[in-house]
T-cell receptor, first 114, second 114 residues
Framework: DGGITQSPKYLFRKEGQNVTLSCEQN?????MYWYRQDPGQGLRLIYY???????QKGDIAEGYSVSREKKESFPLTVTSAQKNPTAFYLC?????????????FGPGTRLTVL | RKEVEQDPGPFNVPEGATVAFNCTYS??????FFWYRQDCRKEPKLLMS???SGNEDGRFTAQLNRASQYISLLIRDSKLSDSATYLC???????????????FGQGTTLQVKP
């Protein structure tokens, strides 16, 4: 059963803590992405990776970090430097990072800072 | 000006109605176009790609006008289950090569009433 999984579904963090969101895919997709969605707003790109051991900043990378050590996995760390981390975080993947490829989304992680 | 702009919502329609959503995009380098559906507190799911020749999938019809940089989605015979937020998405070529970047509209909410 192929797809994209994200964990946890809900995450609560105290101010000043780093947290890591998991994203795994078994679709054999080369490209993976992290987005953030705030209420009433469109998705915004945080980081993306076109291939293993490579990643690039998106539009709002400050306060976030990623790694891509395996093709299947693209974890996102929300650091204490992120000023407003409460949001819905969505991971996506596509066969290749080209301008014509469809992206498919995982179920998301809702992060709340207490 | 936003890169992708959609009709302001919400749209409240009775079952069986026909409803149309419009979307404009600002960057002529946009390569591919999609409509995603997002249910409340869920991830976006691909509804359909949009082609220059127009395409239809059951009750859904999508149109693209590259000259006017305009995309539309028509839903005929609305069902209660069509209630969701519809996201207009363009895949923009950026950087060198054919790397793509998805740009999301903020979405238009549809509520179908019995």
């Amino acid at each position: 059963d192929g797809g994209i999984t994200q964990s946890p579904k809900y995450l609560f963090r105290k101010e000043g803590q780093n947290v890591t969101l998991s994203c795994e895919q078994n679709l054999n997709h080369d490209a993976m992405y992290w987005y953030r969605q705030d209420p009433g707003q469109g998705l915004r790109l945080i980081y993306y990776s076109q291939i293993v051991n490579d990643f690039q900043k998106g539009d709002i990378a400050e306060g976030y970090s990623v790694s891509r050590e395996k093709k299947e996995s693209f974890p996102l760390t929300v650091t204490s430097a992120q000023k407003n981390p409460t949001a819905f975080y969505l991971c996506a993947s596509s066969i290749a990072p080209t301008s014509t490829d469809t992206q498919y989304f995982g179920p998301g992680t809702r992060l709340t800072v207490l | 000006r936003k890169e992708v702009e959609q009709d302001p919502g919400p749209f409240n329609v009775p079952e069986g109605a026909t409803v149309a959503f419009n979307c404009t995009y600002s960057n002529s380098a946009s390569q591919s176009f999609f409509w995603y559906r997002q249910d409340c507190r869920k991830e976006p799911k691909l509804l359909m790609s949009v082609y220059s020749s127009g395409n239809e999938d059951g009750r859904f019809t999508a149109q693209l006008n590259r000259a006017s940089q305009y995309i539309s989605l028509l839903i005929r015979d609305s069902k209660l289950s069509d209630s969701a937020t519809y996201l207009c998405v363009v895949n923009l070529r950026h950087g060198s090569g054919n790397t793509g970047k998805l740009i999301f509209g903020q979405g238009t909410t549809l509520q179908v009433k019995p």
